[in-house]
């Protein structure tokens, strides 16, 4: 046996130019030569009971060797390729017993003993093709040289070794369950959730085991070393943040995180955040996202596209020697948008239309009768909302609506018009719409460019203030309103109170001040004031001014905070 490891330190002389010993699986001096990263660098033997990784270039073969010491010994050897297909092969060489010098008792020189050991083809013990994690397994293995034969036909590649001459006592890789699939148990337009049950690593041998999940559009993956491979070699994993707690995991999904329950009952679904783990560089992929969650087995994944393919695996990883085991991957197709209901519109009628945050509706409009033009008059109460507006299905017009607005088309026999309305993305959004094809049939007042209250600061007193506003030159009904506020009433709070579709109708009787009509045919005087009195010394006040249609619509000014003089 001194003869068979003196012939493989041959294979590691030209390696270093000092002289390194050939790993054994002593176990005192097995961890410390583990521990040395520059014994097995760039080396071509494969250590007894260690992971190595390592890299092959497109037709380019490399061999491996480690020796087996002794007859009848066990033998695991694993090979997992990480982005491309591999054929390799595992053969015995059985090595001489002595060296001969051709009869003249003298050793054969280093390098020709070199070149017989590298160049001797052995027995083929084994033999794959592919991309899976392959295994050997030998209960009883002859004594030898073993050379580890692999080549990559596709492209240069990643791949990892293991090798092993105690397999019963080492068990490297985390032990999957009797039942090692991806259980989908819910299903919805944006959300998956899956199960799956723990790994006997770490229920029965108490090891410790954290869980890796992936997910993309394209394919399920083998190993954990090709998903890696696969986003970049700068990205690590996330370590999954604690219950209640905000993360980040990546762009296009943020997870959700299961509470505590082993049960799997309650969980937690987080919005994501930037405080938690490792974020992903910029090399992340878009398409391809994993993340840990340490040894929770339920887990729900968020924000996926609606009617979307996606494929899901989990992988087992030993976080003591990082090794990893693949769970059987599944995959799931998130359901369908829930189609929203058309809102059909009336000839001349107003209809009243409620947006969700960021949501959108959709509204149709058929006349019954030919018609030259066609009128949508739209309302939007609170904040700016998107409107699109196409006629059998070409787009004619697509703005941003604040305030009340009049868009005027051209029509066309027997059309059919769908309006389109995204909400803002401050809050929910309320509009009135109106769509007819009688151009006299009006139900918004017409407003000015500035719809503002001005008030005079020259002419405020101790008990009134006096406001102007711009009219129209077509004649409406104005009504002012006031309210007495507290002097913490500021901007802030005015804004939150800005639904311009509330009405006089919605206002106590007490905060009426008067209404009148007005108008003038010269828009540049169409300019009107009022002074509001009987109010109280050094109190602040919200006034607002109304403008009603012929048709009784109202649409609100912006309100005005004023205040009067405290000593006058």
């Not at 405080?275 to 924000?303: E, M, P, W, Y």
Request: proline share 6%.
């Amino acid at each position: 046996m001194l003869l068979l490891r003196c012939l493989m330190l041959l294979l590691l002389l030209p390696l270093s130019s000092m002289p390194q010993k050939l790993p054994t699986r002593d176990e005192e001096l097995f961890q410390m030569q583990i521990r040395d990263t520059a014994f097995f660098h760039d080396s071509s033997v494969i250590p007894d009971g260690a992971e190595i990784s390592s890299y092959l270039f497109r037709d380019t073969p490399k061999r491996y060797f480690f020796v087996v010491e002794e007859d009848n010994t066990p033998l695991a050897v694993t090979v997992t390729p990480c982005d491309a297909p591999l054929e390799w092969k595992l053969s015995v060489q059985e090595l001489p017993e002595e060296a001969s010098g051709e009869g003249s008792g003298e050793p054969e020189p280093l390098e020709q003993q070199k070149q017989q050991i590298t160049n001797e083809e052995g027995i083929e013990l084994f033999s794959y093709k592919g991309n899976d994690v392959e295994y050997f397994m030998s209960s009883s293995s002859p004594s030898g040289l073993y050379h580890l034969d692999l080549l990559s036909t596709e492209k240069d590649t990643h791949f990892k070794v293991y090798a092993t001459t105690t397999p019963q006592s080492d068990q490297p890789y985390p032990e999957l369950p009797y039942d090692p699939r991806i259980d989908v148990t819910s299903l919805g337009r944006t959300t998956v959730t899956l199960t799956w049950k723990p790994s006997p690593t770490a229920s029965l041998l108490k090891q410790p085991i954290q869980y890796c999940i992936v997910i993309n559009k394209e394919h399920n993956f083998k190993s954990l070393c090709a998903v890696e491979t696969k986003l970049s070699s700068d990205d690590a994993f996330m370590m999954a943040p604690k219950p209640g707690l905000d993360f980040s995991p990546f762009d296009f999904a943020h997870f959700g995180f299961p509470s505590d329950n082993n049960s799997g009952k309650e969980r937690n679904f987080l919005k994501p955040s930037s405080k938690f783990g490792h974020q992903t560089s910029s090399k992340q992929r878009a398409d391809l996202h994993k993340v840990c969650i340490r040894n929770k087995n339920i887990f729900t994944v968020s924000d996926l596209k609606p009617d979307t393919q996606y494929y899901f695996d989990m992988f087992a990883v030993n976080t003591n020697t990082n090794t990893s085991t693949a769970y059987i991957g599944t995959f799931a197709r998130t359901k369908e948008e829930a189609k929203q209901k058309m809102v059909e519109l009336k000839d001349g009628r107003v209809t009243d239309v409620f947006i969700k945050r960021k949501g959108g509706k959709f509204l149709r409009f058929a006349p019954v009768s030919s018609h030259q033009k066609v009128i949508f008059s739209i309302h939007s109460c609170l904040d700016a909302v998107q409107v699109q507006v196409r006629r059998d299905g070409k787009l004619l017009l697509s703005q941003n609506v604040e305030g009340v607005r009049q868009f005027q088309l051209q029509g066309k026999a027997k059309a059919k018009y769908l309006i389109r309305l995204k909400g803002s993305k401050k809050g929910a959004s309320i509009l009135k719409v109106l769509a007819t094809t009688r151009p006299n049939k009006q139900s918004f007042p017409s407003l000015p460019e500035d719809t503002r209250v001005k008030a005079f600061d020259k002419l405020r007193t101790c008990s009134s203030v006096t406001v102007a506003w711009l009219g129209t030159q077509e004649r409406n009904k104005f009504c002012i309103y006031k309210r007495e506020v507290g002097d913490s009433y500021n901007e802030e709070q005015k804004k939150r109170e800005q639904n311009q579709c509330l009405g006089p109708d919605m206002r106590k009787k007490s905060e009426k001040v008067l209404c009148k009509y007005f108008h003038s045919q010269n828009i540049q005087k169409a300019v009107t004031t009022e002074t509001i009195r009987g109010l109280q010394p050094g109190k602040s006040y919200l006034l607002d001014v109304y403008v009603i249609g012929h048709s009784g619509h109202s649409v609100k000014y912006q309100s005005k905070l004023v205040k009067t003089r405290k000593f006058c």
